[in-house]
């Protein structure tokens, strides 16, 4: 049975275009701005206010077009299975992809690398003050697991496959921008989001839907952030052994 798109699906999948343009834009930028840093800076004192604001303002848009411009077969909203339990799958489906991920990076021994590049983008995106830091995990945890499913993986990828009868284009075309809008991290973390495109497209076509993509999301954005500090000790103890590796050497 063929899905019927709202009246206005193409003035949604445009303003998804749009965004993405914007974040590819603000990823390279901020990729060139890291390289150019000598030591690691802190983000402004009301970076989580503004990550927060941007949040409120996406899900504001999408309430509005909700019915007219998108609803939830259209973004692959699916009910086959009870939502909680989809989520829970997409949550257990996260400790697969840690796993998976950590033998495909030590396989090509990089996983060091890729480690210490994660903790400088923490570090980089944290900010110091108490109120900020908890309007940013209020921002990244809670609120971009679900606008960011729906904006590139319900819009970009479903919606859009449906909007041009092409289901490969779209999947190509929502892997560029999941890519892009993360490479400021450094190209070694293409490695990572490639392979969390394909977990998270999956869950999508699949019957958990997208309510299992945001529950594999959410892990994704807490994950890092639950152990900030185990990386920051970590961190530290490998540069401290890099050192006197180096000091030895000499």
Request: proline share 3%; glycine share 6%.
């Amino acid at each position: 049975m063929k899905t019927e798109l709202p009246p206005l699906s193409n003035c949604v999948i445009f303003f998804v275009f749009f965004l993405s343009i914007v974040y590819l834009y603000n990823s390279i930028y901020q990729g060139k701005l890291i390289k150019k840093q000598q030591k690691v800076e802190r983000p402004k004192s009301s970076f989580g206010f503004l990550i927060l604001w941007n949040q409120i303002l996406l899900i504001s848009f999408f309430c509005i077009t909700y019915i007219v411009g998108w609803d939830a077969p259209s973004v692959g909203l699916k009910f086959k299975i009870f939502p909680i339990l989809s989520l829970i799958i997409g949550l257990g489906c996260y400790c697969i992809f840690v796993s998976f991920l950590s033998k495909i990076l030590n396989l090509f021994r990089v996983s060091q690398i890729v480690e210490n590049d994660a903790y400088l983008v923490s570090v980089r995106l944290m900010p110091r003050q108490k109120l900020q830091k908890i309007l940013f995990m209020i921002a990244v945890c809670i609120l971009n697991p679900i606008t960011e499913e729906l904006i590139f993986r319900g819009v970009l990828v479903h919606q859009l496959s449906l909007y041009t009868n092409n289901y490969y284009l779209a999947i190509l075309l929502g892997l560029f921008v999941s890519v892009g809008n993360h490479i400021y991290q450094g190209r070694l973390h293409i490695i990572t989001h490639l392979i969390f495109y394909i977990f998270t497209v999956t869950l999508l076509y699949s019957d958990v839907g997208l309510v299992g993509s945001i529950g594999f999301h959410l892990a994704g954005d807490i994950y890092p952030f639950m152990w900030l500090k185990y990386q920051v000790n970590n961190y530290k103890k490998r540069r401290r052994e890099e050192r006197r590796a180096k000091y030895v050497s000499n």
